[in-house]
């Protein structure tokens, strides 16, 4: 066993993995210049769910359904999560006029250079909570900043650090873009991670969660590309998902909040978000940063 899972699980879960992001470059309607099409990109991020649930259910039957919703908390904290990284990649791309299958290129490198860097993130907070008990406070304050951080805006797309904002376009190399998609994410993982970790310290949980939700980070972006700016709420619903998370953590030294009952309210607070937004409508043009 190490880091709570055979070698045979690690090995199996990253081929599965690397088939999955070899057949997503290789998919003939993602190697257009355009892009993949919306529908495309809503059946493979369907079919990339799906498969994340099997795993969670063949979790369940080897080590219990604890440990599988343990799983299905990460990964859904983890996909919600990642629809701020989706305003940034889209703030970048417009900034690089990129098209959409540039933009493909660009996120392929991207999800590849995410998931070295999640490996790394988690073993060290993994590491330094298993050793240092009282670093989980420090992980549970920085999570209500971040949940300050994002219900104090007036949008998502505030809280993208300034740098991005100023991109100038360029012409030919996609490394400066792949950069800034790799800082980008190494920004929000520093929130992603902590979060994840909230509701296990297994660090095959954690890991295989965190990977399974970036695997369809490109597709998602593409299915919800021209829909973002109807997400008039996010903010608010990704901020009160961030204090519930940074409260579990901080609490369960004296309270203890089950995984189930965080899972109702992910799921209640997520719910609640879509819907206030749909029925506001979508966001007024001057609060879109542009």
Not at 30 to 37: I, Q
Not at 91 to 108: D, E, N, P, Y
């Amino acid at each position: 066993m190490i880091g709570g899972a055979t070698w045979s699980w690690w090995i199996g879960f990253h081929v599965v993995a690397g088939a999955l992001l070899l057949i997503d470059l290789l998919l003939p309607s993602h190697k257009k210049d355009s892009g993949p099409s919306r529908k495309t990109a809503w059946l493979w991020t369907a079919f990339l769910a799906l498969l994340a649930f099997a795993f969670a259910g063949f979790i369940a039957m080897k080590e219990g359904r604890v440990t599988a919703m343990e799983f299905i908390a990460g990964y859904t904290i983890e996909t919600s999560l990642s629809v701020d990284n989706l305003f940034v990649f889209l703030v970048i791309f417009q900034g690089f006029r990129l098209s959409g299958g540039q933009q493909h290129k660009a996120l392929a490198w991207g999800v590849g250079g995410a998931i070295i860097m999640r490996a790394l993130f988690i073993t060290l907070g993994v590491t330094l909570i298993q050793h240092f008990e009282w670093v989980t406070y420090i992980f549970g304050a920085f999570l209500l900043y971040a949940a300050w951080r994002l219900m104090s805006q007036h949008s998502t797309r505030d809280v993208i650090p300034h740098w991005v904002r100023n991109i100038h376009p360029k012409e030919g190399s996609l490394l400066p873009v792949i950069l800034a998609v790799e800082l980008t994410d190494v920004l929000f993982a520093v929130d992603s991670i902590p979060a994840v970790l909230a509701v296990s310290r297994n660090p095959f949980v954690v890991y295989t969660s965190n990977i399974a939700a970036i695997l369809g980070l490109r597709s998602l972006y593409f299915a919800l590309a021209s829909l973002l700016d109807h997400l008039r709420y996010l903010n608010y619903g990704l901020g009160a998902l961030l204090a519930f998370i940074a409260f579990k953590m901080l609490s369960a030294h004296w309270l203890d909040i089950s995984v189930t009952l965080s899972l109702a309210v992910i799921g209640a607070i997520l719910t609640i978000c879509a819907v206030w937004s749909l029925i506001a409508g979508p966001k007024p043009k001057h609060s879109t940063g542009h």
